[in-house]
């Protein structure tokens, strides 16, 4: 063995025992390595690497109970006392309509009251047309085209709608029908072409109750509503 074997033996010896000193030996208790990309996400930072895992999450707090569905009987509350003829009735409109909402209907109701009052008041024929059946139009046009022959014209003017209550609900084959009574105040005048006042007075507000039932078929794309009979009371 040559002076330079020696010597690089020597210094691999050295070597070795500065590294031992340094880097120390594995005994299982040491630290585990610290991952940026875990503590990310521990604290909510995006990580677009995270795949879900399948299965429940357990480290959410419960979730609260869902709210209880309502009893049948509550299901017309405020429309309809439960066991009463009128309720029995929305319930044959729900059966063939799964869309069927009377409080939607009731607010559609309303305006479709004033629009028709105010369309007839006004011989408006085109609005009528569209919101009554045929029969219920041809007796509008009759008191319409008699208006206009005596050269006459109605004036109509509403202060309130006051109440819009459901009174009955039935089901005629595919027809649905819907009986609302409406209470209102109104000022109503008729004139002659002169201007002379023939019915009514523009001072007075009257008290109206009018009793219309409106229907659809339920079997149509078409969700509109038509007035099919009118009734009324003072």
Do not use: C
């Amino acid at each position: 063995m040559d002076i330079y074997t020696i010597i690089f033996l020597a210094l691999a010896v050295f070597i070795f025992l500065r590294l031992r000193n340094v880097l120390g030996q594995r005994t299982g208790n040491e630290r585990p390595p610290y991952d940026r990309a875990a503590r990310n996400v521990v604290q909510g930072a995006p990580d677009n690497n995270v795949v879900p895992l399948p299965g429940a999450v357990i480290d959410q707090a419960p979730l609260a109970p869902a709210a209880e569905v309502a009893p049948p009987t509550d299901r017309w509350k405020g429309l309809a006392e439960p066991g009463t003829p009128l309720a029995q009735g929305l319930d044959a409109i729900a059966a063939q309509d799964s869309s069927f909402d009377p409080r939607h209907f009731l607010s559609g109701a309303r305006g479709a009251y004033e629009m028709i009052v105010l369309a007839f008041a006004n011989g408006d024929r085109r609005a009528l047309k569209d919101l009554l059946s045929s029969e219920v139009f041809e007796s509008f046009e009759n008191v319409i085209r008699d208006r206009e022959k005596r050269e006459q014209k109605t004036e109509t003017r509403f202060v309130s709608i006051d109440k819009a209550e459901l009174v009955n609900a039935e089901t005629r084959d595919r027809a649905a029908q819907l009986t609302v009574r409406f209470v209102s105040q109104m000022i109503s005048v008729t004139r002659d072409k002169t201007g002379a006042i023939v019915d009514g007075n523009p001072d007075k507000v009257t008290d109206i109750t009018d009793v219309w039932t409106f229907a659809r078929d339920t079997t149509s794309r078409d969700p509109n509503w038509k007035l099919v009979g009118t009734g009324s009371a003072h």
